[in-house]
């Protein structure tokens, strides 16, 4: 079984030595063959984060963003090319070391929240506590819960809760592993604007605490408060640096 | 290996908790597939040591014989001088009991038209214990008082078949009347077999067995102080075969000689049968109980398939998470552990409950004195240990599926759907009529292969199950068909008339029969039992002498009727021999001393199509070798022109030397009757297996519907109504319910075949059966297979009607 005697980590983990929260793609391809044709997902990017930051990978449909999240977390591997993900070669990886990096390097936020339905907004975020080996989950639990506003609603099950209640608890369940990265897969894509807002204001405070965050999203708006921004376009990264104008406060943002 | 955290334990079982309410009809469903399949294990494997220990306790309670001295048919002796033979051979002291019979062919009369070949046993009527004892059942039981007086004890299956009063009054051939005083059974008649009589496949309902004490049967058959039979028990540990052999020694020694054959308690038919049966009966059971298992299993694979498919996104989650693989199988493989013990504990129930007409039918069947139906603990722990490792078993290897794919394929949306078109642009090819969404149904099949496999495969197990099944009762009823075809084809109003031994073909007894107003024809004959071996194999055979001018002679599907034997189809592929082969007959030779028994190569003339492999047949030249030229033990009489049957079956019964009269009906009748042990516990097999295939058919549709459920909730928003909606799914259920039917049927009807090429045979080796599907069982397994998948879709009208449509939109959670 896996270690659960871990005590309470600082953000970032100790353990992860110099590489911190590193990373580093090399000329990476992803490829899909789709009927008679290949569509280059990603085609030669190469991509390098090395500090804490808040990153935001922008792009339309079809761009290769999430493609490049899931790379990123392991849950999906290039075609070609190399993923170093704080120091552990990721495409040199056995399925069980993608597994430990998952459950200690990365945590995810995804677009359609992926809340497990039979368990209730306490144990989902359990779940991420005790899948990453922290101590006490069910308290850790309910520390996260709070601090994302919903201490209230522990034993509230995905259905009854809405649409960016449900987010707000995969965010917790996300900052209950204690991991340092975060990958955030249109995060507020299925919200609406003040809800989006909120959880943006969530995912810059981890910034803030010293963790990577990667948000991928279509919103450009959402690009202005980031830190850093890659645009990705038919596979390529087309930009790669601050946003344009400097980085704006959250409560100036209007879509 | 590291301690688990009781949080963990807890929030799993809580969780696994949690699946089991939200799918409890589901997970009932497939608890009670699993409880059929291994209740019906249980119920028909328990039936063997039912029948050992029934078979060991009623056998020991009656004082069953170990050696039989009996004298040939119409022999007697004076009374005392066989019971005088043990006296002086070196084992006597192993003797523990001896009693001097008299048993005497013989017809009954009684009420309501009775009248039945059977046997009349004189014997000690003495209390305390006897060797062959009766076991009273009703009435009272023969006392000394009783000794010479015209009182008897009716078997007493005979008396219950043919409803006859404790206290009655029968006839006997010769004219005697006896007072019945009660019902009983002795060893020698628990069950009735073709060596009784002479005549195969009597049922105890139409052979009779009187018991009275030896004295009164002297008197009735006008034997006066004559006896023709002996039967001697043994203390345990003794050498029966040291006895036998110095009884032998003693007989030969006797003056004059006594031509007696000794025959041992595994000689007595109806113990040789009802221990041997055992065996042979549980392969065929184990066959039918492993097969209901099969497709309990099969089904339960199927339906845990798809509820682990459904949890496939949310193992993906879990993956993504970081979730080690053991951790994401635990749930799972709990809710399996969960289901299993539900399973098995449904399974006894259902065990207990097939148990119950499972005795039935043996009570009724193996009529015992001593019947013990004890719960078989061994096999209900052997079915229980099956019921949990089956559902176990099922949900692994859908899990260790769902764990081997991609995170990023399980965690996506939709990641049932098919991703390509599966084998849909097939369709563009094929034109057809109506609007696009009319062709959805089709499409839909063919978009998602596998899916359809499944639902189509989980119906097949179903199909094949119950067509294998109900097949065996076509199978059977067939043999019986073609079996009476052969008997009746011609002359089926004929009687086959029984004499109680070899009489002078043109003798007072055939010339009485013939005389008689009520008999329009007579063709005296002989049938004699006989053995036939080659290479190695042994059929045991009733050989019928046909003379030239007989009413019946048997169809010949190879060779001729005359110059050699003519066998039956099967009982010449069991001897390995053809039309002009030869065989090693061994049979009774007419000697100046009496009978005995000789060994004749005879050669192989005809076959004929009986599946009765016993039957074989002779023309008076090649029958030679018998001895009996000009002698008959047989007749078969014609009824005058407008006389019934049952008329000239009374007026013979007034014929001395006339054992029995039987129309050729009554052996197909028997035969009938000699195979509804099996088709008694078929049918209660072929129940359940319904029962089971109506689960899977329903519960895989169901399935099948929900995973639909989107698809649904976006045709309805599109504004079709809600029959359109369902009748597409009829439609696309009922497609997948013909191809599962298909494959049921053609798996059933193979299965069926392998069966009966390789497990009947040793099971029932008397019996060519060749496998046979009725119309009407594949009528029930279309009907089954179509239309009840077809309608499942319609108790959704409810469900569908009040669909939340934007939540069923909704990405889930």
Redesign the interface.
């Known amino acids: 079984m896996v270690d659960t005697t871990r005590e309470f980590r600082p953000p970032v983990d100790a353990r992860l030595g110099a590489e911190g929260t590193r990373i580093d793609l090399d000329d990476v391809c992803r490829y899909f063959p789709v009927g008679g044709t290949v569509v280059k997902a990603l085609d030669e990017v190469n991509l390098h984060v090395d500090e804490a930051a808040f990153v935001v990978v922008l792009g339309a449909s079809g761009s290769g963003k999430t493609t490049l999240l899931n790379i990123i977390g392991s849950l999906d591997a290039p075609t070609s090319g190399t993923v170093r993900l704080a120091g552990v070669e990721l495409t040199a990886a056995s399925r069980a070391e993608r597994t430990r990096i998952r459950r200690r390097t990365v945590s995810f936020i995804f677009q359609s929240f992926n809340l497990f339905p039979g368990l209730t907004a306490g144990e989902n975020v359990q779940f991420g506590a005790d899948v990453a080996g922290r101590a006490h989950p069910v308290r850790v639990a309910g520390e996260m819960l709070e601090r994302v506003g919903l201490g209230g609603r522990v034993d509230h099950f995905a259905h009854q809760l809405s649409g960016g209640e449900q987010q707000r608890v995969a965010i917790a369940r996300a900052l209950a592993t204690g991991n340092p990265i975060l990958l955030a897969d249109e995060p507020t894509g299925e919200l609406d604007f003040r809800t989006g807002v909120q959880i943006l204001e969530l995912l810059r405070e981890q910034a803030a605490a010293g963790k990577t965050v990667i948000v991928v999203t279509h919103n450009r708006e959402i690009s202005r408060v980031a830190d850093r921004v890659i645009e990705l376009s038919s596979g390529h990264i087309v930009a790669d640096g601050p946003p344009v104008g400097g980085r704006a406060p959250i409560a100036d943002l209007r879509w | 290996?590291?301690?688990?955290?009781m949080?963990?334990i807890r929030?799993l079982a809580?969780?696994s908790w949690?699946?089991l309410r939200?799918r409890w009809l589901l997970v009932s469903a497939i608890a009670l597939v699993i409880a059929l399949g291994t209740g019906t294990y249980a119920g028909l494997l328990g039936t063997s040591a039912w029948r050992t220990q029934s078979n060991d306790a009623s056998f020991a309670l009656l004082h069953t014989h170990d050696l039989r001295v009996t004298l040939p048919p119409g022999n007697t002796t004076a009374e005392g001088r066989l019971a005088a033979l043990t006296a002086g051979i070196a084992h006597a002291r192993d003797i523990t009991g001896t009693n001097e019979r008299l048993v005497v062919p013989t017809q009954i009369a009684g009420p309501n038209g009775l009248l039945v070949p059977g046997e009349i046993v004189g014997t000690d009527t003495r209390p305390g214990p006897r060797v062959d004892g009766v076991a009273i059942t009703a009435g009272r039981a023969l006392t000394t008082a009783d000794d010479g007086r015209p009182s008897a004890v009716v078997e007493a299956a005979f008396a219950r078949k043919n409803r006859l009063a404790e206290t009655t009054e029968l006839t006997i051939s010769g004219g005697a009347r006896l007072n019945i005083v009660g019902h009983g059974q002795s060893p020698e008649y628990f069950i009735v077999t073709g060596a009784q009589g002479g005549t195969p496949f009597l049922s105890q309902k139409s052979y009779g067995v009187l018991f009275a004490s030896l004295h009164t049967v002297q008197k009735a058959v006008a034997a006066p102080g004559r006896v023709n039979d002996l039967v001697l028990t043994l203390r345990p540990g003794a050498d029966r075969a040291a006895v036998a052999r110095e009884l032998r020694r003693s007989l030969d020694a006797a003056r004059p000689p006594l031509a007696a054959t000794i025959t041992t308690r595994g000689d007595i038919d109806a113990y040789r049968i009802l221990y041997q049966d055992i065996k042979g009966d549980e392969r065929l059971w184990r066959v039918v109980a492993l097969l209901v298992l099969g497709g309990a299993a099969l089904a339960a694979l199927n339906l845990t398939t798809r509820i682990v498919e459904a949890q496939r996104?949310?193992i993906g989650?879990?993956?993504?998470?970081?979730?080690?693989?053991?951790?994401l199988a635990i749930r799972p493989l709990l809710f399996g552990a969960q289901v299993a013990l539900l399973g098995v504990a449904l399974g006894l129930v259902v065990g207990w409950a097939i148990g119950i007409p499972l005795r039935g039918v043996f009570v009724d069947m193996l009529p015992l004195p001593i019947w013990r139906t004890p719960l078989q603990a061994g096999v209900f722990a052997q079915a229980a240990g099956l019921g949990f490792a089956l559902p176990f078993a099922a949900v692994a290897w859908p899990v260790w599926r769902a764990l081997r794919v991609?995170?990023?394929e399980a965690?996506r949306?939709g990641h049932l759907a098919a991703r390509g078109g599966g084998l849909a642009p097939l369709l563009r090819r094929i034109p057809l009529p109506g609007r696009g969404y009319r062709q959805i149904p089709l499409r839909n099949v063919l978009r998602t292969p596998r899916r359809s496999a499944l639902t189509a495969l989980g119906i097949a197990a179903a199909i094949t199950t119950l067509v294998t099944t109900v097949g065996f009762l076509d199978t059977f009823g067939a043999t019986l068909d073609r079996a009476e075809n052969e008997l009746l084809h011609t002359a089926p109003d004929r009687l086959n008339v029984t004499l109680d031994g070899f009489q002078p073909t043109g003798g007072d007894v055939v010339r009485a029969v013939a005389a008689m107003p009520q008999v329009g024809g007579v063709t005296p004959g002989l049938q004699l039992p006989s053995t036939a071996r080659s290479g190695g194999h042994t059929v045991e055979l009733i050989v019928e002498v046909i003379p030239a001018a007989a009413s019946w002679r048997p169809t010949l599907t190879a060779g001729t009727g005359t110059g050699g034997l003519v066998l039956a189809d099967k009982a010449a592929h069991d001897l390995g021999v053809g039309v002009g082969g030869t065989v090693n007959v061994e049979h009774p030779q007419a000697t100046a001393s009496g009978l005995r028994t000789v060994r004749t190569p005879m050669r192989v003339a005809g076959l004929h199509p009986n599946p009765m492999r016993m039957y074989a047949y002779l023309d008076p030249v090649s029958a030679t070798a018998f001895g009996l030229a000009g002698h008959a033990n047989q007749l078969t009489v014609t009824p005058a022109h407008g006389v019934d049957a049952d008329a000239v079956r009374r007026a013979l019964l007034a014929v001395p030397h006339v054992a029995s009269a039987q129309t050729a009906q009554a052996t197909t009748e028997g035969m009938r009757t000699s195979l509804e042990e099996f088709v008694g516990i078929l049918r209660i097999a072929a129940l359940v297996t319904l029962l089971l295939a109506l689960l899977i058919a329903f519960n895989t549709t169901s399935i099948a519907v929900d995973e639909r459920s989107r698809e649904h909730a976006t045709m309805l928003a599109y504004g079709l109504p809600v029959r359109t909606v369902l009748g597409m799914t009829t439609i696309e259920t009922a497609l997948i319910g013909a191809l599962g039917t298909v494959i049921g049927v053609l798996g059933g009807y193979a299965m069926l075949r392998w069966l009966t090429a390789t497990t009947i045979p040793d099971v029932l080796p008397e019996i060519g059966i060749t496998a046979e599907l009725s119309t009407t069982t594949i009528i029930q397994a279309v009907t089954l297979g179509i239309l009840t998948v077809a309608i499942a879709p319609l108790l959704t009208t409810r469900r569908l009607r009040r669909m939340d449509i934007p939540s069923a939109l909704r990405?889930?959670?």
Not at chain 2, 1 to 5: C, E, G, H, L, T
């Open positions: 290996m590291a301690r688990v955290p949080t963990r929030l809580r969780w949690r699946d939200r996104r949310e989650i879990g993956m993504a998470l970081g979730a080690p693989t053991r951790l991609p995170p990023v965690i949306v990405v889930m959670e």
